[in-house]
Nanobody, 115 residues
Framework: QVQLVESGGGLVQPGGSLRLSCAASRVIFSIVSRGWYRQAPGKQRELVATITSGGVTNYADSVKGRFTISRDNAKNTVYLQMNSLKLEDTAVYIC?????????WGQGTQVTVSS
């Protein structure tokens, strides 16, 4: 069973930065894409950013130009660099890895943007 463990969340002031990491417990084969989603209280889970196995990235309009998704295949890790954070970025950020046969989710890491 694959486990995804997120880290890097926390409390930050508006305009600040955080870097999230998501590490897989073992090598995952046939990855189609890796991604980050978020869920704020009372809201549905939404896509933040994805990166395909070929390196093609996709971002939600609300984070374009502020967030950057990247991966380190050797470390089985996907990152989300978040800059210029806004109050509305407050949410639980959840890592996702899709393969041809499976869809894996992490437990999430809390990001709180507050002054």
């Amino acid at each position: 069973q694959v486990q995804l463990v997120e880290s890097g969340g926390g409390l930050v002031q508006p305009g600040g930065s955080l870097r999230l990491s998501c590490a897989a417990s073992r090598v995952i084969f046939s990855i189609v894409s890796r991604g980050w989603y978020r869920q704020a209280p009372g809201k549905q889970r939404e896509l933040v950013a994805t990166i395909t196995s070929g390196g093609v990235t996709n971002y939600a309009d609300s984070v374009k130009g502020r967030f950057t998704i990247s991966r380190d295949n050797a470390k089985n890790t996907v990152y989300l660099q978040m800059n210029s954070l806004k109050l509305e970025d407050t949410a639980v950020y959840i890592c996702n890895i899709q393969t041809r046969a499976s869809n894996y989710w992490g437990q999430g890491t809390q990001v709180t943007v507050s002054s």
